[in-house]
């Protein structure tokens, strides 16, 4: 298990939580971050600023919801796994992003996209609704389910699914 893996399952013991979706403005209070939606423009999905007094996640309010909940805990992962003060992520996609516009390092970014995804879609939980509910990937409605579920976009269940490959599970008989 990765360090962001481990860092996220952690958290959601350390707190108990157990089941999906992941409240994520409430772990953010129970971390003593304050957490603000603002106009960050359309290019800044989100920001960590920590500073002697504590630390704020930013998050652009117009983005949806789904897309504020894995930014959130993007955020999260750079306040739990990186030291840095400021981290500013911009970008439109889930994909990491280039370095250039980012605070933090590619190595810092995929650490704190992996820190998101395990902690709103940890694997254990994952594998149990794959096979629960004989997801069935290529129809629309079982994928939104799962999606609405978590309360993560198809994008990011996509990617989470892929990289746990949970894919063939899922699409295969029992």
């Known amino acids: 298990m990765s360090e962001p893996e481990r860092a996220a399952s952690a958290l959601l013991k350390k707190h108990g939580i157990v089941g999906p979706p992941v409240d994520v403005a409430n772990v953010t209070k129970l971390l ?13 999905s989100g920001m960590l600023v920590r500073a002697e007094g504590g630390a704020v996640i930013g998050v652009h309010f117009a983005h949806p919801p789904n897309r504020q ?41 995929r650490e704190a996209n992996q820190f ?18 004989a997801i069935d990937l290529g129809d629309d409605e079982s994928l939104r389910l799962l999606c609405e579920r978590f309360g993560v976009s198809n994008q990011a269940m996509m990617y989470r699914l892929m990289n746990l490959r949970l894919l063939d599970d899922a699409s295969s008989p029992s």
């Not at 003593?32 to 800044?44: K, M, N, T, W």
């Not at 750079?78 to 370095?99: A, I, K, M």
């Not at 395990?118 to 629960?132: C, D, I, T």
């Open 116 to 133: 998101a995804a395990a902690l709103l879609m940890p694997a254990a939980w994952l594998r149990r609704e794959v096979k629960m509910h």
């Open 32 to 44: 003593g971050i304050s957490l603000q939606l603002a106009d960050l423009g359309e290019d800044c």
């Open 69 to 109: 909940r894995f930014t959130i805990a993007h955020e999260l992962g750079h306040f739990v796994l990186h030291e840095g003060g400021t981290y500013v992520d911009r970008g439109t996609t889930l994909r990491l992003r280039s370095v250039a516009s980012n605070s933090g390092s590619i190595v810092e970014e």
